[in-house]
C-alpha cells in the first residue's frame, strides 16, 4: 500500500510564499503520475496541478494558480513539490497529494495552507 505524505502548509500572508512536499513511502513503486488537488471550506475538492513522471508528458495546471504556482518532481524518489507563490486567500485549503500508478490510486492525508488578507 503506497502511502503519501504532505508537508509544508501553514499560514501566510497574502502574497507571500509557500513550498509544499509530498513524499511516497515506497520507491520502487512505478508511478505514473503525481498531482495536487486542494479543499476549501464548503466546496469540493479541486484540481491543482499535475506532473507526469514521463517524458511525453504534459505538466498541468488549474487557471486559477497558472503563473504563480510552479509544480516540479523527482520520480527517483517518488516526491513531487509545489511551489506556490503571489498567494491569495482564495488559495485557503487543506491541500492533498495525489498518485496514479499501475494499480490504483493514492490519497495523502494533506496539509492545511491558509491565506491571511
Known amino acids: 500500500q503506497l502511502q503519501l505524505v504532505e508537508s509544508g502548509g501553514g499560514l501566510v500572508q497574502a502574497g507571500g510564499s509557500l513550498r509544499l512536499s509530498c513524499a511516497a513511502s515506497e520507491r520502487s513503486i512505478r508511478i505514473n503520475v503525481m498531482n495536487w488537488y486542494r479543499q476549501a471550506p464548503g466546496k469540493q475538492r479541486e484540481f491543482v496541478a499535475s506532473?507526469?513522471?514521463?517524458?511525453?508528458?504534459?505538466?498541468m495546471y488549474a487557471d486559477s494558480v497558472k503563473g504563480r504556482f510552479t509544480i516540479s518532481g523527482d520520480y527517483a524518489q517518488n516526491m513531487v513539490w509545489l511551489q506556490m507563490n503571489s498567494l491569495k486567500p482564495e488559495d485557503t485549503a487543506v491541500y492533498y497529494c495525489?498518485?496514479?500508478?499501475?494499480?490504483?490510486?493514492?490519497w495523502g492525508q494533506g496539509t492545511q495552507v491558509t491565506v491571511s488578507s
Open positions: 506532473f507526469p513522471s514521463s517524458g511525453s508528458g504534459v505538466i
Open positions: 495525489h498518485a496514479i500508478t499501475y494499480t490504483g490510486n493514492y
